[in-house]
């Protein structure tokens, strides 16, 4: 029994060794020690209830000091203690170590020992996950993850533990252990409260890239629509929403190459990794900047009036883009649904300016100078106003021209006396 000598060092001083140097198999070994040890009044034995463990495989695999009498190293043996404890506080508190390991009640273990895989019990999160990229990587240069990457071997939290803060931050540290460059802005809004899994989809998770990705641009509604609905519902029916879906299934734009026929969806507003909460100091002069990335002309022609000479200069509190347009329910001005409608513009404006009346709406939130037809006063002003100034302009330049030349002249020219000077 070249082992014997082992075992006698593995198994607890009170168990009998006898018992195993006869040949039992482990479990009546075990039997006997568990025996002894509920007799004595160990920690161990009064807080492990019985039934996660009735093998015993604890006795050994709960002492790191035991098992490293087998095992080369010391790592070797922390990677092999597992017990029943850590088992009974995971999601598999109903299950035994051989629920899932069998051919292992036998010392030595066998070389046969089988253990059971995650899918094996978990089919319907099994099939998701193979259809995707975790289980197919597109590239070559990373290995596929496998469901112990993320949920660990042992200490399988429950799905209202990976829901809860600390399980959020754990699985968010496991996703980041591999896609190193990916956490999410400091700023963010979602960085300390949200689940990657939330946008990426846990186990069907897609290349961003693909049709089929959760945050691909037709099934962002959904996506961000579980946390908010609000948002969610008015976007898909609004102009923006109603383009999308005439444009069909596209990749996400990033923002800066949008062009206007490109219609929006959640995250060319509002970004993908690197949100701002709406009360962020940079918020407002981003989402207008992202309007203006669409909507050149009537963006530049906003800039133009108070409202956006204000809100360039970091103003909260002139009328910004969505101050009278919307954020999610955004519709042509000449449709009823629109803030802007001739029907509700008076209440639009009337939120910042109490004295709103039909005159003060007629003012034009996006003129233009150049266009007589649309902004005769303004274009009379326009006019005048640049007449004047290039005629100064000209004027005391042609005046300055031509005293420079006299200057020159007068320099030149001998003097009456002969270059003599009083
Ligand atoms: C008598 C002590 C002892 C008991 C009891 C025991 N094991 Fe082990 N087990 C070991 C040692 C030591 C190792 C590492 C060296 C080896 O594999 O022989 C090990 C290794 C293992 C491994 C890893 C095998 C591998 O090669 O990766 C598994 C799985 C395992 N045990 C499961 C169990 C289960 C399940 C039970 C209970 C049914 C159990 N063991 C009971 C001592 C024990
Ligand atoms: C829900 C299933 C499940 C339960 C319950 C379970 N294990 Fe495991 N165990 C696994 C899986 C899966 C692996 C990884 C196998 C692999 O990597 O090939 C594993 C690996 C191990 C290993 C080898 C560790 C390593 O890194 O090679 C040991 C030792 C082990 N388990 C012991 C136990 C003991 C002791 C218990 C009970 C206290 C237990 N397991 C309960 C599923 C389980
Ligand atoms: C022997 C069958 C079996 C194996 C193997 C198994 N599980 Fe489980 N698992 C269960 C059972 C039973 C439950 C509890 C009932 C339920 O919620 O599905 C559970 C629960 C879970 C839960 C929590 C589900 C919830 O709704 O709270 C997660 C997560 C989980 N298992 C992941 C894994 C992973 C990862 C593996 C592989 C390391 C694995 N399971 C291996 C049977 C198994
Ligand atoms: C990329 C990380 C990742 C991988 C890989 C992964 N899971 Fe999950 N899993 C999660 C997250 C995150 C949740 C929580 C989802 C939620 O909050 O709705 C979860 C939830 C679960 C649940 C709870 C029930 C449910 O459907 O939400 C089970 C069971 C589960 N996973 C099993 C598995 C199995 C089996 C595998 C391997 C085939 C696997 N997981 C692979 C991240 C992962
Ligand atoms: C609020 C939704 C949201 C959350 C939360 C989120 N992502 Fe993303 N993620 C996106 C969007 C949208 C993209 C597409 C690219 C972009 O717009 O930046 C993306 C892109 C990615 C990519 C592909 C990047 C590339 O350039 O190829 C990876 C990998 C990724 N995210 C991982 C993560 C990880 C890890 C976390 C958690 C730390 C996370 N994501 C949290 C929405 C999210
Ligand atoms: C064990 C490492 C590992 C873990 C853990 C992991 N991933 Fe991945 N992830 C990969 C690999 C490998 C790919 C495929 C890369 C490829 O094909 O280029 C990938 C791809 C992705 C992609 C698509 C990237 C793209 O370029 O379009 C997203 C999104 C993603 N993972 C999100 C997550 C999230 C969210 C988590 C945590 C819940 C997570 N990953 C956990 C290894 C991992
Ligand atoms: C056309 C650009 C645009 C699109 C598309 C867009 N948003 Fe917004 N969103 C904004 C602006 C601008 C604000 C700021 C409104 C404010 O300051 O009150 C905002 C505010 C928000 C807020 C915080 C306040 C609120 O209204 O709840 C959330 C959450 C939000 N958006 C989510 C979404 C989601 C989810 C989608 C996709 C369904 C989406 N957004 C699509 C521009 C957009
Ligand atoms: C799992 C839930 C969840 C998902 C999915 C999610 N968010 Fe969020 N989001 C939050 C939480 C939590 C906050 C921070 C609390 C708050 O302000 O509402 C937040 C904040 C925001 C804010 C800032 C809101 C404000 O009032 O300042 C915006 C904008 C936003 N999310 C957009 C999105 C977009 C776009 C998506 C989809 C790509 C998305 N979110 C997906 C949970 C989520
Ligand atoms: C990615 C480009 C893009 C961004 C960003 C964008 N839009 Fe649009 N917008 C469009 C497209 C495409 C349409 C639909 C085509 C059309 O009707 O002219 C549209 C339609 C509109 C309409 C209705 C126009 C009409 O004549 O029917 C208004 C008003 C509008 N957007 C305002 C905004 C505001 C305000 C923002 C910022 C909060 C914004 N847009 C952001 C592309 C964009
Ligand atoms: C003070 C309110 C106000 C602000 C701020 C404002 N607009 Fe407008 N916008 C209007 C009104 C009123 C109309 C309709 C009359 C017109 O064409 O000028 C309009 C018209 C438009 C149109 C033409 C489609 C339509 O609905 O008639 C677009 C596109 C547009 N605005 C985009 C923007 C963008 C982008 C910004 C920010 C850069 C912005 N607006 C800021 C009030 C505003
Ligand atoms: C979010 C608040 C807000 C909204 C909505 C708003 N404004 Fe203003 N507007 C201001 C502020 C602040 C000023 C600065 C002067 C002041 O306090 O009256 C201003 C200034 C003005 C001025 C005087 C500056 C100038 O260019 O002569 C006019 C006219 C004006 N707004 C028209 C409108 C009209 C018309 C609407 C509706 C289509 C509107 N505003 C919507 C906040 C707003």
Redesign the pocket.
Known sequence: MPRLFGLRVLIPTNTPLLAASRGLTLAATVVLAGATALAAPSALAAQAPADHDPDGCSLCHGEVELLRQHVPTLADAERFTVTEEVIAAS?????SCS??HSGYTRWPHPDDGQT???????EE?AELFDLGIHAHPLSTSMEPAA??D?????A???????RDTAGIHAMNANCVSCHETQSLALHDPHADSVSCAGCHSPHDTRGVGQATSAIAPMSQAATCGVCHEEAAEAFPLDAHGAALSTSGLRTIPALDSVGYDAAPTCTTCHGGHDMLAVEAPDAIVLHVDGCANCHMVEAERYFGTYHGKATALGSHVVASCDDCHGAHGIYASTSPESWLHEERVIETCATCHEQARPAFVSYDSHPDPMDPDRNGPLFMAFIGMNTLLFGVLIVFGLHTFLWWVRILIDQRRPKADGGHHG
């Open positions: 999601a598999h508190v109903d299950e629920s899932c059971e895989s995650c899918v094996s019990c978990h999160q469901c112990v993320c949920h660990g071997t042992h399988v939290r429950t799905l209202e533990q990976l």
